[in-house]
């Protein structure tokens, strides 16, 4: 039997889909801007590839739109953002206890027990610092692509310190670093720490446990990884699977579950 | 004559006090602060004493003083418009200050952690729509249908901005509601004070009559218009120089 998921984003959708127990695809790609459209787009492109169609999936969604989703006919059932993420999680690696998601506008840090049920969650929504538009709005400020912003984090020799915690008024400073003749590494580094140190007063809410994975489009960052393993004292769990895609896997194997019988 | 000086994150003012404005003086704080301090002094030159306030007060070197911003705003209030209330919305903060019969602050409340509803807040969306901020009143003015942006945050904000641009909505629309963002945002921070008294609206901000026209909705009750409110921390000071 097939089960799907998807998952849409601020920034980015994803699919997934499931055959006995395995993941036999997934697609990740930017959104259009109607999250009803995102969603059926990302899950055509991937039923396409795979060559199945689309009545042969049980799908489940999640993320934007998701109730829109099942209104229309297209996905079965929806499950929320927080219950995915932890889903997906922990059916990757049954040892993880927390799962810290970092997408393009929030943020979310879920705490689950022994049997992958969740315990507790703390999430923000409300401010952009700590989420990835920080980090495409210091990219920008930059001149630099988002994708390079993490990995100079390796390079550098003394990042500077971002003391604002406003994204916008972290790229004031940013420019004014720049204005001064800093190297970028050295602003890209203090962004990447800047942002890590936000993600941990988030999380020291609900508490951490050594069992953690990092999961979301940010966790493709290697320099705030790494800032946020030191700050944590910790090294994340890895889940042998894109770190974007564990939304739409937890909806896909909610689908399993509760379609798939025993 | 007392020179008061404001060097705040955007623009640096002075003013020669006198019991009144007798000269003033506005620059935008860009670059070297020792050239936006020549540029603004450059024709004041006839005063005894001077206060600086604002972020950068400890570069005015000359100054006689330093005294802090809320303490400037409060003393203003008092002295220009009798207010017991004084809320200050500048380039990067927030602030809502109350004021006893003397021109001492009672208790204050402010943001400056963060660009929501602060004049930043509004060069941000005025950039998104492309417009000159100046020309903010007459659009919001000619405003006919009622949209809202309902994220505090300014990156979020500004993406509701794009959104509406890109939905077809008009500037006019569009920057009426961020207008009713600034003013939603300004009135929960004063809210925190319990306005029972008079009160006035200063920063750069206060200068856009559709921004203080809706906070004076939102909070209701006794509202003192501040003339020249651009000025009121940088007269706050001129007076503390006169008291020195």
Redesign the interface.
């Known amino acids: 039997m097939l089960f799907g998921g998807t998952d849409v984003g601020s920034l980015t959708a994803q699919a997934v889909i499931l055959e006995n127990g395995k993941v036999v695809g997934w697609k990740n790609m930017r959104v259009l801007p109607n999250p009803i459209e995102s969603a059926k787009k990302v899950m055509g492109e991937l039923l396409e590839e795979l060559g199945l169609k689309k009545d042969d999936v049980i799908i489940f969604a999640t993320g934007y739109g998701r109730e829109k989703l099942v209104e229309a006919g297209y996905a079965r059932e929806h499950v929320s953002e927080i219950s995915c993420h932890a889903r997906g999680a922990f059916w990757l690696n049954p040892s993880v206890r927390t799962v810290i998601d970092i997408g393009g506008q929030d943020a979310k840090v879920i705490r689950i027990d022994e049997k992958g049920r969740l315990v507790n969650f703390v999430m923000n929504d409300k401010c952009a610092a700590g989420t990835g538009r920080f980090l495409e709005i210091q990219a920008r400020a930059l001149g630099i692509k988002l994708e390079e912003l993490g990995d100079m984090t390796f390079i550098a020799k003394n990042p500077v310190e971002i003391t604002a915690r406003c994204s916008i008024f972290a790229e004031t400073e940013v420019l004014h670093f720049l204005q001064r003749g800093v190297p970028k590494e050295e602003i890209a580094a203090g962004v990447n720490r800047s942002m890590a140190h936000r993600i941990y007063y988030l999380a020291r809410r609900v508490g951490v446990e050594r069992e953690a994975a990092l999961t979301g489009g940010v966790a493709k960052n290697k320099g705030v990884k790494r800032e946020l393993e030191k700050i944590l004292n910790l090294k994340f769990l890895d889940l042998g699977m894109d770190p974007q895609i564990i939304g739409a896997l937890g909806a896909a194997i909610f689908a399993g579950e509760k379609y798939g019988g025993k | 004559m007392f020179l008061g000086i404001d060097a705040g994150t955007r623009f640096t003012k002075a003013v020669l006090w006198n019991g009144e404005i007798s000269r003033f003086a506005v620059k935008e704080t860009v670059g070297n602060m020792k050239s936006v301090l020549e540029s603004i002094t450059k024709e004041i030159e006839d005063y005894k004493l001077c206060c600086a306030t604002g972020s950068g007060a400890e570069l005015v070197e000359f100054a006689d003083a330093r005294e802090d911003d809320v303490v400037c705003l409060a003393i203003a209030g008092r002295d220009v418009v009798n207010a017991d209330y004084v809320i200050d919305i500048g380039a990067?903060s927030i602030t809502a200050i109350s004021v006893d019969e003397d021109g001492n602050v009672i208790d204050y409340v402010k943001n400056d952690?963060?660009?929501?509803g602060s004049g930043?807040?509004l060069e941000?969306m005025s950039s998104a729509l492309d417009i000159e901020i100046q020309d903010l009143d007459n659009l919001a003015f000619r405003s006919n249908k009622k949209l809202s942006i309902t994220?505090?945050?300014?990156?979020?904000a500004e993406?509701e901005v794009i959104s509406y641009v890109?939905n077809g909505e008009s500037r006019e629309n569009i920057i009426a509601a961020v207008c009713d963002a600034v003013a939603k945002i300004a009135a929960s921070q004063v809210n925190k004070l319990k306005i029972t008294g008079r009160y006035t609206i200063t920063g750069g901000v206060a200068n856009f009559t559709s921004i203080t026209e809706r906070i004076k909705r939102a909070i209701g009750g006794d509202y003192v218009k501040f003339p020249n409110p651009q000025l009121a921390a940088a007269i706050g000071a001129g007076i503390v120089a006169g008291e020195l």
């Open positions: 990067q952690k963060c660009a929501s930043k807040f941000v994220s505090q945050c300014a990156v979020f993406s890109n």
